[in-house]
């Protein structure tokens, strides 16, 4: 008898699946016992028997997804946690389970779970703990305080509560109201050394060194054996012109942390700061090896090299002025592509409403042509889940957000950007100082052949959730069929992993190495460049290749442009247009 069979029997014989589904259950059919026993329910609504069995299979199922949670094994826990809810929808434990489970790779779900766990069960304290904890680490600060405020209003006492509370109010750029809120931690813990970090970074940021050095230097002594303490204060020497010292203390975090890459980039500041270019440069370097997907990383080592390898001509450092948004975060928040997207969202979205715009340091000062505001006074941090920009962008609403430090991905479908094109495409021209050499390479690459195909192979860094790899063998299945009916092309490769050349070897790619140009610190943006100008462009789930696609397809003028894409779900490459398409950091696991 099938088991949809057994469903029906339910009404002519409670009973009798009743004693079936307890027999599933014991031999670990429980998803299918408790169908069986609400299907009895639903036949005999007073059959006591099964009214007591499920929610104990219920519990059953919840309890063997939480095992392998607390194992380590949250994949394996999913399934499970879904299967429960699948069956008892607002089960409070089993919300609160599955968002953290899915956190890492999907905000969005995480955050309707947190919120449908708090509908179920409204004092729920370690849900609100766990969300507060999502939304501080996304940068939604002010969302994380409300949630925080009702957390303590549940349980003044909760472990670590107050000091939460505060570092979410930091974030929010609301340190004036955070510093109470740490004190009142070393009240409920004389000894919370985090607490005395946080006092001493407010003062830190407020200007106020010498308190902050102190502060900084009674938090080692509290706690020697943490590398938290050693690391702020070394930043704080830093900040004071104190390099030297600071290395001292950095010494002491690489004994306590071996391999931190936040190590490596510190000591590569400390001897920038010393004049100490070669050991910087190998001091980044390293940091970059040791996690290549840190936006900081990635930007410190740039800089340097690129302010090292060419003469750059003075500019007036601006400020400005009026209503405005920054970007604090540009340049850290995510690689290249990454900050593509965001430096054009926050440029578009201030031409658009009549703001002013301020970014700090990054790579795109010295790439592309222009001079850019510097970031003056602090702005409240608004994180794009908090808001309704991309509405904004497009005009959608007639909401305008002046006045903030905008914070996120802002990986949005290129539609809402796209009447904007033409800035997009003359605030990331290329500076006059790297043109030569970019047009240098492009006149050689056209004069191999008439049709440019450039290929972008990402590796690296990438393999994991949204940052899946699509195989080389889609990319050649294309060329098979297409090569033949192009006119004349050349294949130009752009691929962090060089040995992928063997793969494409009957087509005789070009790399960057053939070409005869060099870009120190910027040797990336040569094949960034390519990609922006190739007749035909195969790119990688990545935005590197996706954003200039969208310069290549805002020129004027010339031939129509190819451009395609991975597509997970069919397995191939598929034709897009770069200014009507999510960019792939939207694109979930199957």
Not at 361 to 367: A, K, M, N, Q, S
Not at 397 to 413: E, K, M, Q, S
Not at 544 to 563: P, Q
């Amino acid at each position: 008898m099938n088991d949809d069979t057994l469903v029906r029997a339910a009404r002519r014989d409670p009973g009798a699946v009743c004693a079936i589904a307890l027999e599933r259950a014991r031999a670990g059919e429980l998803e299918l016992a408790i169908r069986l026993w609400r299907a009895v329910l639903a036949a005999s609504p007073g059959h006591a028997e099964a009214a007591a069995l499920l929610p104990d299979a219920i519990d059953r199922l919840l309890r063997a997804g939480f095992g392998r949670h607390r194992a380590g094994r949250p994949d394996e826990a999913e399934p499970f946690y879904r299967a429960v809810l699948r069956n008892d929808p607002g089960n409070a434990d089993a919300l609160h389970l599955l968002a953290l489970v899915v956190a890492p790779r999907d905000g969005v779900e995480a955050d309707a779970l947190y919120r449908a766990a708090f509908a179920a069960r409204p004092e729920f304290p370690e849900a609100l703990h766990n969300h507060a904890r999502f939304l501080t680490a996304t940068g939604r600060y002010d969302a994380a305080v409300a949630v925080l405020r009702r957390l303590l209003a549940i349980d003044p006492q909760w472990p670590d509560g107050c000091h939460a509370l505060g570092m979410a109010l930091n974030g929010a750029e609301r340190g004036r109201e955070a510093v109470p809120w740490f004190r009142r931690m070393l009240v409920l813990v004389p000894d919370h050394v985090e607490a005395w970090l946080s006092i001493a970074s407010y003062d830190d940021r407020a200007g106020r060194m010498e308190e902050a050095l102190g502060a900084y230097r009674g938090a080692v002594a509290l706690r020697p054996d943490l590398e938290m303490p050693h690391f702020m204060l070394a930043h704080a020497l830093l900040k004071l012109g104190r390099p030297a010292e600071a290395a001292g203390s950095l010494g002491r975090c690489d004994r306590l942390a071996p391999g931190d890459h936040r190590n490596a980039l510190s000591l590569g500041m400390v001897l920038e700061a010393l004049e100490d270019w070669d050991g910087a440069e190998a001091a980044y370097a390293l940091a970059v090896r040791l996690c290549p997907s840190s936006g900081e990383n990635f930007t410190l080592h740039a800089l340097l090299r690129l302010r090292r390898a060419f003469d750059w001509p003075e500019k007036p450092r601006l400020a400005a002025s009026g209503a405005r948004v920054t970007m604090t975060t540009l340049g850290r928040n995510g690689r290249f592509g990454n900050s593509i997207l965001q430096y054009a969202f926050l440029r578009l979205y201030a031409a658009e409403h009549g703001m002013a715009y301020e970014v700090p340091e990054w790579v795109g000062r010295y790439l592309f042509d222009g001079n850019d505001p510097w970031p003056s006074a602090p702005l409240s941090v608004l994180h794009e889940a908090d808001a309704r920009l991309a509405d904004s962008l497009a005009r959608r609403i007639p909401l305008v957000y002046r006045n903030y430090n905008l914070l996120g991905h802002f990986c949005y479908p290129t539609a809402a950007m796209a009447r904007h094109r033409g800035l997009f495409r003359d605030m990331l021209a290329p500076n006059p100082v790297l043109r030569p050499r970019l047009d240098h390479a492009m006149e050689r690459l056209r004069g191999m052949g008439r049709t440019v195909v450039s290929v972008h192979l990402r590796r690296g860094d990438f393999g994991q959730g949204p940052f899946w790899i699509a195989p080389e063998a889609w990319y050649q299945a294309w060329l098979e069929e297409h090569w033949a009916g192009l006119d004349a092309p050349v294949l130009h490769l752009a691929t962090d992993e060089p040995a992928l050349a063997e793969a494409f070897g009957r087509y005789r790619p070009v790399v960057p190495a053939d070409l005869g140009v060099s870009l120190p610190g910027a040797d990336f943006y040569l094949d960034f460049h390519i990609l922006s100008c190739a007749d035909v462009v195969l790119i990688s789930n990545s935005t590197f290749s996706f954003t200039a696609t969208m310069l290549n397809a805002a020129r004027d003028g010339g031939e129509a442009r190819r451009f395609l894409r991975p597509d997970r779900d069919r397995r191939c490459l598929v034709p897009y247009d770069p200014w009507d398409a999510d960019p792939p950091q939207l694109f979930r696991p199957s």
